[in-house]
Each structure stands twice: as structure tokens, then as C-alpha cells.
């Protein structure tokens, strides 16, 4: 290899910063023409209004994104604000793709320095496009969300590290390092998994610096640089100055129902932060086959195979190149990140692997350029030995090698058609282009003509969040209140039985947003518009029994009617119409006497005078809603039965017989005890 090969060509700053500056903006528009038009459920619409306020996000607070999406909003007075919140996004997704090209190419040129600059250009260009329309990553940059501006601090955080061996005899604390040590604080102020960087940061300095002379006279020079990462942490503050003015801090019920989001405590403080609320999610004695199994799956929607292939390539480059500090830089952080995602059992953990997903982005890129050096050498065999091809023995060095440099080109151009069609497969699934569910929903539920101060409860956070948004930043109706399980950590709120329980306490209105017919177990529920009316039940059983249940369940009674069925339907008022099918109808009346673990179907069979089964009718009360492991102690649960009736069904006196089981799978049958003659029923002739 010629001395011209060994050494870094030569950077042109300005070509590379419009470069990225160009992807930066080819990307906003992919982003803008699939940004989401408006409000959105779940946390989108939270930070949608927790910014314009500002107020208090869910843990970790997020003080950082708040304050930047505070000023966002309010200084773009363009759109309605949820609209601004998901653009937020959108262009820190866009800076993100930009940075992410400078940093890939400070990345490749240090593992090949001897690549010409446009091929190390075309593969951090790769590198980039490559995040940009990973399906994870492009789903978060059209929502108003965290991940963008958190991939954003990533991408600084490595570049700035790839920059601090300038002069790696002299570990000189640089402008560099200080600007490295805020910028990761910052991004501890703006998600606490940053943290995870740490190992990645630490080895690669270590392996990095490892022969620098006197190394621990330089120790005091690095502590300043951690002191100088802890300053940021100070706008975390920013909860609890902000609490007394956050409208949502404490929600008033009743006089007795005090509602307290936010403990503006020192101990609330710290628990915010450090998010003890999802602590109970990592689980390490959890991980598995089917959790490693996932996350393979997961490679494999995101990258293909060949992606697979490019990355593990780009990691033996590493070694075949003995790159050890870069391969502890992204390999150390690449693994911290994935072993808290593997151990971290939330729901979206997805969205969680954007940063893993910028790492193998990053080997796949590199995997990209040493392919091409592959194909090159194939062609021009005798870069390396020339003298086993004559021809090439007369072509001069340096045009042998221009033609090497050409030839890694022409291989490396085709990688770039491959995000090209990634955006194409998916841009009709990912887009949120079209997406007003939440705002027409919402719309349609504020122009009710609901009583003042009325609860409105759903089984889901997510719901509640555009309501929130509408009474918080439009002052539609902000006398409602919205409630959702796990509102608080109360287990009086733990699910949505017993929240429906704490809402009519208070003696407000009570409407249910969607359908939950679990909860006709608990109350009855009207339908009032779009909405469903909650009264509580005040009837006892018209029969009252005291049956047990293996002593872990007691039936207090239960009720029964008649009913004739039209074509499929109820028809209560024409009891009389020879064309129907009779039904009857048993509320059993339930009480739970011991914890109850399990979820138990119940039945009810009708019985001849031989005790033959005429019909019978089984389910799982409660449905998902509020099954029976949810029932509480001492409560009264009304499990409605409906027995279809055979129109030549002889008139005389029948026998009701219930009781519970338990089916885990079709194999596994537990009955609850045994089944129980509750009471007998007359059938009179039609």
C-alpha cells in the first residue's frame, strides 16, 4: 500500500456540513409529509399540552424537552399546537439524520482512512438514511415524543467523543471535552437512559489514552469535566417550581377524594426523577428465549437480512482493523442499552432501541465501505501484489489506485437505493398524514351536553390525554375530569373497577367514554350520546340465597325475568310476539370471600324435574375489563345470564343450578366446588 493510501485525505468541512444539511432537509420533508395533523392519544398528547403550559410530564419530568417545547410553541405561531409539538419532532428527527452523517463519517474515516472522501461520504450517507427511515425511528419523528431530540444527544455525544483524541499523547482537556461533559448532562436532563453511554465513554478513553505519560496528573482535569456534566441537572428543579402552577397536580373528587399527581416533595421530587413508578418493570429474572427471541425479530423487520450481514461485517472490521477504542465506544454501548431493554418489560420498549438502532447504523455503514474494499481488491488483484497481473504492472501507482478509489465508488452507490425503497415499503403504514381519530373522538365528546364537574373514566391513560390537551390548551370544559387506573399509585385506583367505585363516591356524574361492558357487573350503564351513563346499583336480589363456592366464593341471591327475542334482539316491550324466542334471563349476585387470584367463568344450567340440562349459558364475567381476579373483597357482583329458550320447551318447574370454573387452556378444566341448585323456575305455557 502506497504512503498516499495510509495517510486521512484531506476534509472539506464545507461539503460535508451541506451534505448534511441536505439530508437533514430531505428528511423534515419525508417527516412533514407524514407528520401527524393534530392531537394524539396516549403520551403524544400528554407532552402535547405538558409543554405548552408548561407542566409535569410523567416520570422522569423530561424538564429539558418541556422548557424547549414551551419555547417551540410559543414562538411558532403556526398551527394549532399539538401540530407544533409533533413538528418539534419532526425537525430534531431531521437534525438528528444530519448529525448522524458528520459522525459516520468521522467514524468510517477512522477505521479506513485510506477510503477515498466520497466513498467515506457515501457510506455515512448510508449511515444516516438509514436511521431516518428505520420504522422506529421515523414513527417517533412525526409524533409529538422524547426519542427524536434523545437520538439527537446520542449522535453529539459519540461524534464529540470520536473528536477528544486530537492529541492523544497529551490528553489535553479540551473545549472539546467541556462541551462533551454539558452536552451529555444535557441529555441526562432530557432521558435518564443516557446514562448508558457510560461504558462505551469509559473504555474507549481508556483504551484510547492508555499510553499517555502521567496520566493521573491529567485526573483532576477529567473531574472537572464530570462537574461540569452534573451542572445540567440542576433544571430538574424545574418540577418543583413549576408544581404549584401545574393545574393538574392535585385533582379534587370530593372533599374527602384528593387526587395528588405530583408529590411536590423532596421525596416526590427524587421519585420523579428516577422513575420508581416503573421500577417494578425491570425484571433481569424475566428474560428468556422469547424475550432474545423478539429482539431478534426485531433486527430482522428492521434491517432484512442483509442488513444483518453489513452489520456483523462492520463489527469484524473493527477487529480485523484493530479499531479498539472505537469497537469498545459502540460496542459497550451498544450492549449496556440492550441489556436494560431486555430487562425493562414495558409495553413500548420498542421505541426504547432507537439508540441500538443508531449503533448498528453505524456498523452497517462501516460494513457498507469494507464490502466495498472487498469487491475493489477482487477487480484489481494486484493492489496488494502486482506482480501477478502484467497489465496493471504498467499502469502507474497512482492511477491503479485511482481506479481502486473508483471502483469502491461505483460499488458503494448502489447501497443508497436500499433506504430509498425501506421509505417506499413504508410510508403508506407509518404515516400519521391522516390520523384525527383522537381529535374528531374528542370533539364529538365535549359537545355533549355533560352536567357540570362530571367524571369522565376510561380503562386506558391513553384516552384521557387529548381531553386533557382540549381543557388545558383550548379551555374546552376544564370543569370535567378525566380518570384512568393507575391515575395515582392508591390501589384504590388500581384498575377500572375500582376507580369506577372511587368516581361514584364522589356523587359526580359518571360517564364511561367507550364501551366497557365488563363493568355492567358493577353498575348500570346508560347509553347517553356518545357516552355511557354509570348509576350505581341499588337493588338487593329478588332472591336472597347463601351458597358457597369452595368457600372462596359466596352467591348472595339472584334475580330473573323473561325476554323475547326478535331476529338476534331484545325486545322487552312485546313480551307476547309468537315470532320471537323466548329467553330467560338469571343475575346471579356474587361476593368474593377470599382473594381471588384466578379468573373464573360462571354458568347457569336449567334443569328438567330428572335433572337433565334443558340449556345453559357460560362466560367470563367481567370480560377483560374486570374479571374476577380484580373483584374485591365483600363487593356485590351482578353476572347476567341469558338462556335461550327452545320455542317447544314443555311449561312446568325447572331447577337453576350455577357455579364457577376455571379453563387455562382447552386440555385443563377446574371447577370452583361444585355447582349449586340455587332455586327453581316456572315455564308457563307460550
Request: with cysteine; aromatic share 10%; net charge negative.
Amino acid at each position: 500500500m502506497s504512503q498516499e493510501i495510509k495517510t486521512t485525505p484531506r476534509r472539506n468541512s464545507k461539503i460535508e456540513f451541506l451534505i448534511a444539511v441536505t439530508l437533514a432537509l430531505l428528511a423534515l420533508a419525508l417527516y412533514l409529509l407524514t407528520l401527524a395533523p393534530t392531537v394524539l392519544l396516549a403520551d403524544p398528547g400528554e407532552f402535547q399540552f405538558v409543554a405548552w403550559l408548561p407542566g409535569i410530564a410523567h416520570p422522569t419530568g423530561y424538564p429539558l424537552y418541556t422548557m424547549l417545547g414551551w419555547l417551540w410553541t410559543h414562538l411558532l405561531p403556526v398551527g394549532e399546537v399539538a401540530w407544533r409539538m409533533n413538528l418539534f419532532s419532526a425537525v430534531g428527527g431531521a437534525l438528528t439524520v444530519g448529525t448522524t452523517f458528520l459522525v459516520a463519517r468521522l467514524f468510517v474515516g477512522r477505521v479506513y482512512p485510506d477510503s477515498d472522501l466520497v466513498a467515506q461520504r457515501i457510506a455515512a450517507g448510508l449511515t444516516a438514511t438509514m436511521l431516518a427511515t428505520n420504522s422506529v425511528f421515523w414513527s417517533q419523528a412525526i409524533i409529538a415524543e422524547v426519542y427524536t431530540l434523545h437520538s439527537l444527544f446520542i449522535a453529539l455525544i459519540i461524534g464529540l467523543a470520536l473528536q477528544t483524541n486530537d492529541s492523544p499523547q497529551t490528553l489535553k482537556v479540551s473545549k472539546t471535552f467541556r462541551v462533551l461533559a454539558l452536552i451529555f448532562g444535557l441529555g441526562l436532563t432530557h432521558h435518564v437512559t443516557t446514562i448508558l453511554l457510560l461504558p462505551g465513554l469509559l473504555g474507549y478513553w481508556v483504551l484510547t489514552y492508555r499510553t499517555v505519560p502521567n496520566i493521573k496528573k491529567r485526573l483532576p482535569h477529567l473531574i472537572s469535566c464530570l462537574a461540569l456534566a452534573t451542572i445540567p441537572l440542576l433544571l430538574y428543579l424545574y418540577l418543583p417550581i413549576i408544581a404549584p402552577s401545574t393545574p393538574y397536580r392535585v385533582l379534587s373528587l370530593s372533599e374527602s377524594q384528593q387526587l395528588v399527581l405530583y408529590d411536590n416533595t423532596l421525596t416526590g421530587l427524587l421519585q420523579h426523577i428516577t422513575g420508581t413508578v416503573f421500577t417494578g418493570e425491570l425484571r433481569p429474572e424475566a428474560v428468556g428465549f422469547a424475550r432474545f427471541g423478539l429482539v431478534w425479530t426485531w433486527f430482522q423487520q428492521q434491517f432484512g437480512w442483509q442488513g444483518i450481514a453489513l452489520t456483523l461485517i462492520g463489527g469484524l472490521s473493527l477487529i480485523q482493523r484493530r479499531q479498539w477504542p472505537l469497537l469498545a465506544l459502540t460496542s459497550l454501548s451498544l450492549l449496556a442499552l440492550l441489556t436494560f431493554n431486555l430487562i425493562y418489560f414495558i409495553g413500548d420498549v420498542y421505541v426504547l432501541f432507537i439508540p441500538v438502532w443508531f449503533f448498528v447504523c453505524l456498523w452497517l455503514g462501516l460494513g457498507s465501505l469494507s464490502v466495498g474494499h472487498g469487491l475493489a481488491a477482487l477487480v484489481i488483484r494486484n493492489r496488494a501484489e502486482p506482480e501477478t497481473n502484467s497489465y496493471m504492472q504498467s499502469l502507474d501507482s497512482k492511477l491503479q489506485e485511482r481506479a481502486y478509489q473508483l471502483l469502491l465508488i461505483m460499488f458503494l452507490i448502489p447501497f443508497l437505493i436500499w433506504p430509498m425503497l425501506t421509505m417506499i415499503s413504508q410510508f403508506d403504514s407509518i404515516s400519521q398524514a391522516d390520523n384525527t381519530h383522537a381529535r374528531d373522538g374528542w370533539q364529538k365528546i365535549l359537545a355533549e351536553p355533560l352536567p357540570q364537574g362530571a367524571i369522565l373514566l376510561s380503562n386506558d391513560r391513553n384516552d384521557i390525554m387529548p381531553m386533557w390537551y382540549y381543557q388545558y390548551v383550548d379551555q374546552q370544559r376544564p370543569d370535567l375530569i378525566g380518570l384512568f387506573p393507575l391515575i395515582i399509585t392508591d390501589p384504590a385506583y388500581a384498575n377500572v373497577g375500582r376507580l369506577l367505585d372511587q368516581a361514584l363516591r364522589s356523587e359526580r356524574p359518571v360517564y364511561l367514554i367507550k364501551p366497557m361492558d365488563g363493568l355492567r357487573l358493577k353498575a348500570s350503564l346508560m347509553p347517553t350520546g356518545t357516552l355511557f351513563r354509570a348509576r350505581p346499583y341499588l337493588n338487593s336480589p329478588d332472591h336472597p340465597t347463601e351458597i358457597n363456592l369452595a368457600e372462596t366464593m359466596k352467591l348472595v341471591g339472584y334475580d330473573t325475568r323473561f325476554e323475547q327475542t326478535i331476529d338476534g334482539k331484545d325486545d322487552k316491550d312485546d313480551k307476547n310476539d309468537k315470532d320471537g324466542t323466548k329467553q330467560l334471563i338469571v343475575t346471579l349476585h356474587w361476593q368474593a370471600i377470599q382473594p381471588l387470584t384466578i379468573d373464573y367463568s360462571s354458568y347457569v344450567h336449567l334443569l328438567d324435574e330428572a335433572g337433565n340440562g334443558v340449556t345453559q349459558h357460560d362466560y367470563l364475567p367481567g370480560g377483560i375489563i374486570y374479571p374476577s381476579h380484580y373483584w374485591q373483597l365483600g363487593e356485590i357482583i351482578r353476572d347476567e345470564h341469558q338462556l335461550a329458550l327452545q320455542p317447544n320447551l314443555p311449561p312446568g318447574n325447572y331447577q337453576l343450578r350455577a357455579g364457577m370454573y376455571h379453563q387455562p387452556d382447552l386440555d385443563q378444566f377446574e371447577n370452583l366446588g361444585d355447582g349449586q341448585i340455587i332455586g327453581q323456575i316456572t315455564i308457563t305455557p307460550k
